[in-house]
């Protein structure tokens, strides 16, 4: 009795988000890439010095490659270089969003996905190209205990073969409050 009402108060009070990187796609090339990356805030999404405590739960993902097949891995609390981050939305979201990293290390590889290219002999489209998956629904993110890291969930990109590809990811999560 208690874990159903538990659960039913948790689902009263969460947010839906998605992010992608459809509007600058990014090249993937013989070296790691991230393509797209998110953490959990340092602060409440309303501003100021409130802690952020939420709980936050990656939904699902996918990944497009435009030219070229690539191999991609969605990494957990990698280090990241390079690119900034910013807040995916100030006003309802505690989380924050990097578009331009130009290299992971480390981390724990929960997924991974070979994605063939979207275009086909002498430049036919195909719709081939997409790939999708579901996390682990167990997977939770937040705060560490002193409230100075948060995770990091990091989707990764890298060529199969010699040929660079554009690639584009979309990524999805639930807020807990």
Do not use: K
């Not at 969460?14 to 013989?30: D, E, H, P, Y």
């Not at 890439?33 to 010095?49: K, N, Q, Y």
């Not at 505690?94 to 290390?105: C, F, I, L, M, P």
């Amino acid at each position: 009795m208690f874990g159903d009402e538990l659960r039913g108060r948790l689902s009263r009070s969460q947010l839906v988000f998605g992010i992608s990187n459809a509007a600058s796609l990014r090249t993937a090339g013989s070296a790691i890439l991230p393509v797209i990356a998110i953490r959990v805030s340092a602060s409440m999404p309303s501003g100021g010095t409130i802690t952020n405590r939420e709980t936050v739960i990656p939904a699902n993902y996918r990944v497009f490659s435009e030219d070229a097949p690539v191999y991609c891995e969605v990494l957990y609390n990698p280090s990241l270089s390079g690119g900034s981050w910013t807040a995916v939305n100030s006003t309802h979201s505690g989380v924050d969003v990097n578009r331009g990293a130009t290299a992971a290390a480390g981390g724990l590889v929960i997924d991974s996905v070979y994605i063939p290219a979207n275009t086909g002999p002498g430049g036919t489209e195909r719709l081939l190209g997409v790939g999708e998956g579901e996390l682990l629904s167990e997977l939770v993110m937040s705060q560490n205990a002193s409230a100075t890291q948060g995770d990091v969930l990091a989707i990764t990109a890298q060529r199969v073969g010699g040929m660079d590809s554009d690639v584009g990811v979309a990524l999805t999560w639930r807020e807990l409050y």
